[in-house]
């Protein structure tokens, strides 16, 4: 059948869910074929994973403010609207020209296949969800546009007739362009549509739930973690004012906020875990996670905080961390002159760059295998990550680690460098107001303000509060546990009726008061004071 008519008005929404159809098919069987291959090898994540790589940094940054920790799910479903264009786009050239929309899909099958074969430890066979779902995408184009479920006739019109035409009885005239499409046919194509979305999404979330259910929850949950020969102090009475409002001294491991770039958590074997000390070292070393768990183990509370935090953000969480300390390890591999960066490298290729001095100072770097008196979170790292007091997280937290490669800084850039962060990231003295904030409604009368102040390393020596740039005024520090973590501070104020703004500045251990100077995340943290505005009733 020659397809070179004009299309009628209805052609575009026909051959568009062709096009979907076809897409939704390549993808519910590509997420199937993962389900063998693994859940990064899912064109999806894939794609997604190199997007989150390349793109450039203010997209990302963009990304970060805008949607928080939810900018992985926004960043899927941003790719399945675009997706869904791109697919409605080519059903509508397939029907032109079927051949134009079957080159499309493999097109879109090679970028699905190279963007899997990029990932760190890729193998061949990760191609192949990309290939059978592309395979499976032209062979619905086909059957939709010039296969069994084809329309019979497509719905076109030529340039010199204006519409469809009819008999006088209504019955589909047989043959000429603008003709009506056949009932059946139509029937026919639409249950088709229907079906094919049906059986792509279930196919698809099976394969993701079974891909899922590769995951190693259940090796964790095997895991029993041995006790430290050095356990952390306890957490003194009164470090928790427990003022509604006020995040927990101890942030939970649910409650944690989580950053990294990986689309698809690790799964991370214990028993096939290994951690290769290498590089510019004397005695390199291969541990197993058994070798790891049989060493002296101590356990320390230690607040972690992002880089990306924003002044009176909550990209910051303190939680109870059991590990090896990493300088006894590097003690034993002996690093040579001139290696001043160790970097942690992840099961998925992610580095982080920490001094090594910072790693050998005495302060408590940890090789964490145990949060909260859990084993890892697999969000957090699962089964060993890096834990440095007084370290911004892009250079000190590696989760999912697998490598720490002795190294300098002149010689290697870690993942987040090039794209613009600083390569040295020590955490910079922040405070926080935790509450009052304008939804809890304060009205005149006494109001507890109360938050946090952190200079892990450092420690906190005095938060000060004001109101409305008048003096500063001395907030009441709660018991802390080391300089490692961060303190809560509370504060008594007479609040008057009316628009009144709150600001905080807190002092740490070397008597160094936080700059006041706005400055933004980029490339080494955010400073400023935390200010908060609202109307007292
Ligand atoms: N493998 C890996 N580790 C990583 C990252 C990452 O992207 N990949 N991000 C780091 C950053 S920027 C931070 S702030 C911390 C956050 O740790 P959390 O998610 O456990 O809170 O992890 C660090 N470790
Ligand atoms: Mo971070």
Known sequence: MGKTGRVSSTTPRFAALAGIAAAAAAIGAAELVAALTGPRSSPLVAVGGLVVDTAPEPVKRFGIEVFGTYDKIALLIGTALLLGGFAALLGLLAVRQLAVGLAGIVVFGG????????RAGADAADVLPALVGAAVGGLVLWAFVAGPLELDPWPWSSPTVSGPTESAGG??????PGQRVDPDSRRRFLTGVGTVLGVATV??????????RQGVSAAREAI????????????PAGADLAVPGLASYVTSNRGFYRIDTALVVPQVDPRTWRLRIHGRVRNPVTLSYADLLARPMVERYVTLACVSNEVGGDLIGNARWLGVPIRELLDEVAPLDGADQVVGRSVDGWTCGTPTAALRDGRDALLAVGMNGEPLPVRHGFPVRMVVPGLYGYVSACKWITELELTSFADFDAYWVPRGWSAQGPVKTQSRI???RQRNRPTAGPVTVAGVAWAQQRGIDRVEVRVDEGPWQEAQLAPTISVDTWVQWSW????????HTLQVRATDGTGETQTGEPRDVAPDGATGWHAVT???T
């Open 434 to 436: 935790d509450t009052p």
């Open 492 to 499: 008594q104020w007479q609040a008057t009726p009316g628009k």
């Open 534 to 536: 609202l109307t007292v």
């Open 111 to 118: 970028i699905g296949a190279a963007a899997a074969l990029t």
């Open 203 to 212: 196919g698809g979330v099976a394969g993701r739930w079974l891909a899922g």
């Open 224 to 235: 029993t973690l041995p006790a430290p020969v050095s356990t952390a102090p306890p957490v």
């Open 171 to 176: 019955t589909p005239v047989a043959e000429g």
